[in-house]
């Protein structure tokens, strides 16, 4: 997926991996902070969207890390491109409690 724009400007952004992330440093207890973000998929298939928060103090005391995550299932659409490697079957999993990280160079 390409990130499209965002409502902050993200801390790091590393299409290699399809990470991007944000740095909130000015949060007060208690406060909430929201972040939108358009993102593009180039081809169809399902898609797997994980927040993590890693809180700290500011004088450095790291804090229990919290995450979500959420599936969007794009469909086919007439613009799609041919994904760039190898990807699974349809075989209609729809949760797996083990994550792997693949890259395109068979690496895991």
Do not use: Q
Request: proline share 9%.
């Amino acid at each position: 997926m390409d990130l499209l724009g965002s409502s902050m400007m993200p801390s790091e952004h590393d299409r290699s991996r399809g990470l991007i992330a944000w740095v909130v440093a000015d949060l007060k207890p208690g406060e909430v902070k929201s972040i939108e973000y358009l993102v593009e998929a180039r081809y169809p298939g399902r898609y797997l969207n994980v927040a993590e928060v890693d809180p700290y103090t500011l004088d450095g005391e790291e804090l229990r890390m919290v995450s979500v995550s959420a599936v969007v299932e794009v469909g086919p659409f007439d613009e799609a491109e041919a994904p760039p490697c190898w990807t699974p079957p349809d075989w209609g999993f729809l949760y797996s409690p083990i994550t792997w990280e693949m890259t395109c160079d068979g690496a895991f």
